[in-house]
């Protein structure tokens, strides 16, 4: 029989007849291929020699290389948000099969390789090339305020200890004659599957270290690992089932803590606003025609400012209408006075969003900024809202909501805003606040999403309360707009508020970057 996709010898007659069943005879079909590496459930098998080590790794290049032929089919693919979800959920996870069941040492190569592609096309979708911190932070899940693409080079050696750690325990009880070796001997063993073992344990140890020690006191996301520990090879005993999402999360987050101490301090504070709750939802939906989907320019534009890129939509501009000078990130724009009456299109977007969620909890909408201003001065005399919520307060009184989206890299909120998470959007709520004056018995309610995507404090309690009041449910309406990326009341809504912003942001840089080009702020290129 042919030995290319069998791992059973039979019995053989005649002349091969004088050849163990462990070294076939060379001439018989199939035993080439194995002579220095050998397949098991898609695993490619080895030992310790340099030919045989040699072999696995280019057995895996080349199916890593097979695995990337994907890539060049995505380029028939023109809108940039499909092309990037199909990147991030089809293509960068690929190779997690051989992550997880080879040592990292015979991974390390093709990881790299793969990386290398999977990098080079999310640079084509972001429409600039990427450098190495925002290949960082791409590669970061949602929740620490990343894309969510998969990096192989950076999640292998977790990934790879995890698969030990969840399987040890069991491998050992199901098969005692066959496994002689125990957990005490895995800091010793020499075989090439404990050194692998070792191998990931420190490189994960390391990763551990670095978040529990957090040498430079930085503020941490909201779902970093609290008390994060790694078990040892000699602890592998007791079965850790949860290993691959604890480890990982651990690696990911000593990723987001080195990425944060390279940041400039206005990236570190659109990183602390990145990495709260639904700040970066927008990335995790499936865009259908009823939700989700954004403009190709404003989705670019949306990973340009996720990944602190220069936005092209202000290439070559280099003066602002009030004489200022245009920075290539946006952060002049987002502040300057003369630029924010363009800033409507965003906030309606919002605001809409909110709307329709507080609609869809059963509270009395009333669009106050649409309706004439002496109705909404008999609660609000100070200020119109932008909506009420009448007899919505837990009193029976009106709930006067008011949203904004302030910058978190102005000049004056920067300091603040990078390292204090919320910062932007607690000075914004008491600026509102302010203006609104007293309004008792009513209350008001300031509605903030900081334009780097976390929810204020006031914000972030209203949708909770609204949760409260439909059991994490949709109306047949939303339902039928939802996609399977935004199932249920939660995810639906913070996802619909993440889109609104980027969507909004889209919007005001292409108006912004128009102006300031007919104004003559513009130099030229070539």
Wanted: glycine share 6%; aromatic share 8%.
């Amino acid at each position: 029989m042919s030995l290319a996709r069998a791992g059973i010898v039979t019995p053989l007659v005649g002349p091969m007849c004088s050849h163990t069943l462990s070294m076939p005879p060379p001439a018989m079909p199939g035993v080439a291929a194995r002579v220095s590496h050998d397949r098991h459930l898609g695993v490619f098998v080895g030992d310790s020699r340099p030919e045989s080590v040699a072999a696995v790794k280019a057995a895996l290049q080349a199916k890593f290389e097979d695995k990337a032929q994907i890539l060049t089919r995505l380029t028939i693919i023109t809108d940039p948000q499909i092309r990037f979800q199909l990147l991030k959920c089809c293509v960068s996870t690929r190779p997690g099969f051989w992550l997880r069941t080879m040592s990292p040492s015979l991974t390390s190569d093709p990881a790299e390789w793969f990386d290398t592609r999977v990098r080079g096309s999310l640079s084509e979708i972001c429409s600039t090339p990427l450098t190495d911190l925002a290949w960082d932070i791409a590669t970061l899940p949602c929740s620490l305020g990343g894309c969510g693409l998969t990096s192989a080079v950076y999640t292998r050696n977790a990934a790879h200890y995890a698969s030990w750690a969840a399987s040890w325990h069991n491998i050992t009880r199901m098969f005692p004659a066959a496994v002689t070796i125990t957990h005490a001997s895995l800091d010793t063993c020499a075989l090439p599957f404990a050194r692998g073992l070792r191998t990931a344990h420190r490189a994960t140890e390391a990763s551990c270290t670095a978040l529990t020690d957090n040498l430079h006191q930085h503020p941490l996301p909201p779902l970093a690992p609290k008390n994060a520990s790694i078990p040892a090879p000699t602890e592998l005993s007791t079965r850790f089932p949860t290993a691959q999402k604890r480890f990982a999360a651990i690696a990911q987050g000593a990723r987001w803590l080195g990425a944060f101490h390279r940041a400039t301090q206005p990236h570190r504070a659109c990183m602390l606003s990145q990495c709260q709750q639904g700040a970066n939802f927008a990335f995790n939906a499936v865009p259908s025609q009823a939700h989700g989907a954004m403009l190709p320019m404003s989705f670019v534009t949306a990973c340009q400012l996720r990944l602190r890129l220069p936005l092209s939509l202000l290439q070559g501009i280099t003066t602002c209408v009030c004489g200022a000078a245009v920075d290539c990130y946006g952060d002049h724009c987002l502040s300057c006075r003369h630029l924010q009456t363009h800033r409507t299109p965003w906030h309606n977007l919002v605001e809409h969003a909110a709307a329709g969620m507080a609609r869809h909890a059963r509270y009395h909408v009333s669009h106050d900024s649409r309706r004439p201003r002496a109705t909404s001065a008999v609660y609000s005399p100070h200020y119109c809202p932008d909506f009420s919520l009448l007899h919505g307060s837990s009193g029976g009184t009106h709930v006067l909501v008011d949203v904004t989206c302030p910058s978190v890299v102005t000049r004056t909120i920067v300091p603040a805003s990078s390292h204090t998470p919320s910062a932007a959007a607690t000075a914004a709520a008491a600026s509102k606040l302010g203006v609104y004056g007293n309004v008792q018995p009513h209350v008001v309610l300031p509605f903030v999403v900081e334009h780097a995507g976390a929810l204020g404090k006031e914000a972030m309690g209203f949708f909770k309360e609204c949760r409260k009041k439909v059991p994490n449910e949709l109306s047949d309406r939303d339902a039928a707009r939802s996609t399977w990326s935004s199932w249920g009341f939660s995810n639906f809504y913070l996802q619909s508020f993440s889109v609104a912003n980027l969507k909004g942001q889209g919007h005001f840089f292409a108006s912004a970057s128009a102006i300031l080009r007919a104004r003559g702020g513009v130099r030229l290129i070539g």
